[in-house]
């Protein structure tokens, strides 16, 4: 998959990638909740707004321009801040080509085997 290989880029959500960004969570919110409340979210529909404009980063992951996953720091106080609105689109890993039963546990949780060496087995998740 040529995912893998890209880079992956870290930053401030902007005008330009706050629409995708939105997507992004709310995507993340129907696959886990199997529907959306419209009238819930409302932060979403200006996140640069409300979030960067009053001091809580949130961050998008763009590889090329495409946007592929969020999250987003509230502080809460002086020693503690909240991570919120984290999203992925999906979840790539690697195990051992030896544990066995870890292959089988992460494919029977709907991972594929995308790449293979001599060591390793590389699988992928699509969250939605």
């Known amino acids: 998959m040529k995912e893998v290989s890209q880079t992956l880029v870290i930053e401030e ?3 330009e990638t706050q629409e995708h960004a939105k997507h992004i ?3 993340g919110l129907k ?3 199997g529907s959306l409340d419209k009238s819930l979210n409302q ?4 996140i640069v707004l409300n979030y960067n404009s009053r001091g809580n980063p949130f961050l998008v992951g763009r590889i090329n321009t ?3 996953c969020t999250g987003a720091l ?3 106080d002086v020693d503690t801040g909240r991570v919120v609105r984290m999203s992925v689109q999906r979840i790539v890993l690697e195990t051992t ?3 066995h039963d870890a292959i089988s546990f992460y494919k029977k949780n709907e ?3 995308f790449g293979r060496n001599e060591y390793e087995v590389h699988m992928v998740k699509n969250l939605f």
């Open 13 to 15: 959500v902007s005008k």
């Open 25 to 27: 969570v709310l995507d």
């Open 31 to 33: 696959e886990r909740f």
């Open 43 to 46: 932060d979403l529909n200006e």
């Open 66 to 68: 495409k946007v592929v």
């Open 74 to 76: 509230i502080h809460e």
């Open 97 to 99: 080509n030896s544990w």
């Open 111 to 113: 991972y594929e085997v």
